[in-house]
């Protein structure tokens, strides 16, 4: 990381079940440095959880949103930052995302549809997640690709292990 560098340390992008606030917090704690969290402070701004704002207000009005404190975070945030697993869509963020260290926390299905924590008990609800899940990973992987200057694997691994990879890496 180069001293006295603008923005964040590091960038931490991929899809729900990536386990990038987890491994977000590990990485600030071991670089000694703030951790923040898009959904955190889009949660902070309006007042309301993220799942109120998609029911309440519509995902255009979350992807609004999410956009300014991303913008703001890039730009004021000098700790770690994590990404809603949906801000890399925006093409404005892809642009800013640049000129910062993202790291992408790649998944496979089956270890992502397990860290989103619905149990294997119910088959009807869990098909539905996993191929919902699916369809996510074969439509962004690509634009995490796109963004990314590192790709750390998570399949397997635990957080600590994920996390010193990526201090390592940064
Ligand atoms: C989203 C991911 C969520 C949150 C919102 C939408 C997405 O963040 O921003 O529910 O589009 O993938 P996490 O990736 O931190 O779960």
Known sequence: TAPGAQGPRAVL???MGAGKTTVGRIVAERLGVAFADSDAIVEERAGKVVQDIFVEDGEAA?????REAVAWALAHHDGV????????????????LAAHPVVFLRV???DAVKRVGLGTGRPLLLGN???RV???LDERTPVYEGVARITVETDGRGPAEVAAEIVTAI
């Open 108 to 110: 496979g299905l089956a």
């Open 81 to 96: 930052l994590s990404l809603g697993g949906g801000a890399v869509l925006d093409p404005a963020t892809r642009a800013l």
């Open 13 to 15: 992008v991929g899809t």
């Open 134 to 136: 699916k369809q996510l």
């Open 62 to 66: 979350f992807r609004e949103l999410e």
């Open 129 to 131: 997640v996993r191929s």
